[in-house]
Every structure is written in structure tokens, then in C-alpha cells.
């Protein structure tokens, strides 16, 4: 359960607020959301078994983050419960655009609405910084509307 869970081609990563990631308000500092939504990104890729070590180490390609897009609507607190839903919102051979959305967690409750909605375009670049073909990479079915896979 460390790396979530894909359910309905949506993954699921569930995490704490902890006091750290909080600024002088009490509230989460805006920056953290990405972390959090890297985390659930890197969680994802080592649930399908993408080794993101190995393709850097071996293939000379990591994935990179080229545009985001963030928004607030309410901000979490020390100690609350937050999980990730990852799904992917589009795709071509040389990009993908995933849609990152955290919502607070009580119990067995999810809340209605996110508190954080993010899209984040990644892409696949070597070690020369040129951009890849990622549906070579990338060919889960989490995956599967990307252009090029099968």
C-alpha cells in the first residue's frame, strides 16, 4: 500500500500533513502541494514497476515537469489526512498531461470536492535535455491513450 492504488484507471495515494509542511498560519505552504503531488507521481510509476533509477542510470532518461497549473480552493492542515487521485488527462508520443486532485480524508470519508487541483505536463528527456518518445516508456494500461502505444 506505500505506492496507493490504481482504482477506475485513477491512482490513489494517501498521505499527513505533517507539522513541517505547515507555515506560520498553520496552514500547508503552497510549495508542498507539488511535493506531495510528486510523491504521488513517483508512487504511481513504482506501483507499474517504472523504475525511474534505472532509466536514468541505464537509458540516460528521466521525466521532467514542463508546465503546471495549480489551484487552492481550500488549504490543508497539521495533521489532516490528504489523498491524491492521479489520472491521466492527456497524452501525445512526446508528452503527458496528468490531473492531480487532493482531497481531505476523515475516516472512511473523502471529501465532495478537492481542496487541491493540479495538471502537470511531463515529459521524457536524455541526457542531452532533448525530448523522447515517452510511450515507448510509458505502455501500462494506466497509460493507454497515449499516441504510439498500442
Do not use: W
Not at 60 to 86: A, E, H, M, P, Y
Not at 89 to 106: G, M
Not at 124 to 130: L, Q
Amino acid at each position: 500500500m506505500i505506492n496507493g492504488e490504481i482504482i477506475n484507471n485513477t491512482h490513489h495515494y494517501v498521505t499527513r500533513i505533517f507539522y513541517e509542511d505547515t507555515d506560520a498560519g498553520g496552514i500547508v505552504y503552497h510549495a508542498n502541494y507539488l511535493k506531495y503531488f510528486e510523491r504521488a507521481r513517483t508512487s504511481l510509476l513504482n506501483f507499474i514497476n517504472i523504475d525511474q533509477k534505472q532509466l536514468l542510470e541505464k537509458n540516460k532518461l528521466g521525466f521532467v515537469v514542463r508546465d503546471i497549473n495549480l489551484r487552492i480552493n481550500k488549504s490543508f492542515q497539521f495533521n489532516q489526512i490528504l489523498l491524491v487521485k492521479t489520472c491521466l488527462k492527456s497524452a501525445k508520443k512526446s508528452c503527458i498531461v496528468l490531473k492531480h486532485e487532493a482531497f481531505e480524508a476523515i475516516q472512511d470519508t473523502i471529501s465532495e470536492n478537492p481542496n487541491v487541483a493540479c495538471e502537470i505536463q511531463i515529459v521524457m528527456i536524455n541526457d542531452k535535455n532533448k525530448v523522447k518518445d515517452i510511450s515507448k516508456i510509458l505502455n501500462h494500461p494506466f497509460f493507454k491513450n497515449i499516441r504510439g502505444n498500442k
